[in-house]
């Protein structure tokens, strides 16, 4: 009889390696469960219930926001310079995006040249890098009119500015004193 040990194909290794992992895996957690504990005292659960009532109470928020619906009547434009200080000014003062910078006539002469209702048909629009309304969609057609009037007036041209106005009182507001009353 011989006993000479031959080698292991690929195959068995492929076997016994996994196999080998996997036997030690389920041993140790065999292990881990037997040692646990099954359940725990009543002492224990009680202590624990307290623990989590004292951090959910010191965890919990100081105060609540609760937001309410904004009943700010009738909207009322803004004037040219507001909506330039609010919107416009961030790349016309600064002329970012190759914007003209107000006050700069050499860059708004061809731009004003090319009249008022144009310059706001292209800030209504949008053109090249502007966004349209500048960015800011809730700016009505009259805030962006009044808007390119003021930089342009201010950079040599003489357009009228439409003047701010505020919108109609709706007819349900109407209706509710007038109901008030008849009483």
């Keep these: 009889m011989s006993n000479e040990y031959k080698g292991s194909t690929f195959w068995q290794l492929i076997l ?18 037997t040692s646990s504990v099954a359940s725990a005292p009543a002492a224990v659960v009680a202590e624990s219930a307290a623990a989590t009532a004292q951090v959910e109470e010191n965890i919990k928020p100081v105060a609540t926001v609760e937001l309410a619906a904004a009943d700010a009547g009738p909207h009322v434009d803004k004037t040219g310079a507001e909506v330039v200080a609010a919107v416009c000014g961030m790349c016309h003062t600064a002329g970012l995006m190759n914007a003209p910078k107000i006050g700069d006539k050499g860059l708004w002469a061809p731009r004003i040249a090319q009249g008022y209702d144009v310059l706001v048909s292209h800030a209504i629009n949008g053109i090249r890098a502007m966004p349209a309304r500048g960015g800011n969609p809730a700016l009505t057609d009259g805030e962006i009119a009044g808007a390119v009037a003021h930089m342009a007036n201010a950079s040599g041209a003489n357009f009228k500015a ?14 509710k004193p007038a109901a008030a009353n008849k009483g």
């Design 16 to 33: 016994v390696i996994p196999g080998t992992i996997l036997a030690f895996t389920l041993i140790i957690s065999l292990i881990a469960k």
């Design 162 to 175: 439409p003047a701010p106005k505020a919108d109609a009182v709706a007819p349900a507001a109407e209706a």
